[in-house]
């Protein structure tokens, strides 16, 4: 795990490698509830998105961006927390990476971070959203934790379910944090990541959640309940 820094405050937008500069505000363009793939300009599939219905008060949503694993698919992002999208009023955003997986585990952000930028600044003119969640699996949950621990002053909370790493450049905000990491995972052995990973978050002064399980490199039911639980209340 490459070295963390400890969390500031600085100002919203700043510049940087992994930064993100779209921002939640009000919708100017309606977006559709749903399912539904988009498409990405040179062709392929960017990202899943599923939107609940608008709520009858009008309440915005927690946006929830979720991360593949390497070699995984938008879809398998997507299906982390669809089943309990809707009882949740979660706006689920799954971007496809670029390629087999992230940008950082193959040297450094770039490709990814631009695509997701575009995502989010898409969804905000879509939909209202109050909050913003970055969760992932296996290199997803990596990732989640890296892009969201440099740009906490975007996201307030983040989901890692098996994470090997967190290698943000620079750390902005505070976001709370959930990890679950299986005591038999011979992918990510959880001696060499978690058990070293969140001691050091805590050190750093984060919030952080912590579950182990009795399995290996997967999310059992419980642990998607508890994390389910730990985001929405």
């Keep these: 795990m490459s070295e963390l820094r400890p969390p500031r405050q600085e100002p919203t937008g700043g510049s940087g490698p992994g ?11 309606p977006a559709p509830a749903g399912l ?51 009882a949740h009023h979660l706006l689920l ?21 631009r695509r997701i930028d575009g995502l989010l ?6 939909y209202p959203v109050r909050d913003v969640t970055f969760g992932g699996f296996s290199d997803g949950a990596s990732y989640a934790l890296s892009l969201g621990l ?6 307030d909370a983040v989901l890692a379910f098996s994470p090997g790493f967190a290698a ?7 976001p709370r944090i959930f990890v679950s990491h299986g005591v038999d995972d011979r992918v990510l052995p959880i001696d060499m990541c978690s058990r070293r990973l969140v001691p050091h978050l805590h050190d750093l002064g984060y919030d952080v959640t912590y579950e182990e399980f009795p399995g290996g490199h997967e999310i ?5 309940r508890s994390a389910t639980t730990w985001l929405t209340t």
């Design 19 to 29: 930064r993100l500069t779209a921002r939640a505000h009000p919708p100017v363009a």
């Design 36 to 86: 539904m793939p988009l498409s990405a300009p040179g062709g392929g599939l960017l990202a899943m998105v599923y939107a609940p219905e608008p709520a009858a008060d009008g309440a915005a949503y927690r946006l929830v961006v979720l991360l593949h694993g390497a070699g995984g698919s938008a879809r398998q992002g997507l299906d982390l927390l669809l089943p309990v999208a809707d």
């Design 93 to 113: 955003v799954a971007p496809q990476a670029a390629a087999s997986s992230w940008d950082l585990i193959a040297g450094g952000f770039g490709a990814d971070v």
């Design 121 to 126: 600044a898409s969804v905000f003119d879509g």
């Design 150 to 155: 440099a740009n906490g002053d975007l996201v």
């Design 168 to 174: 943000p450049p620079a750390t902005h905000g505070r």
């Design 220 to 224: 059992p039911t419980p642990v998607r």
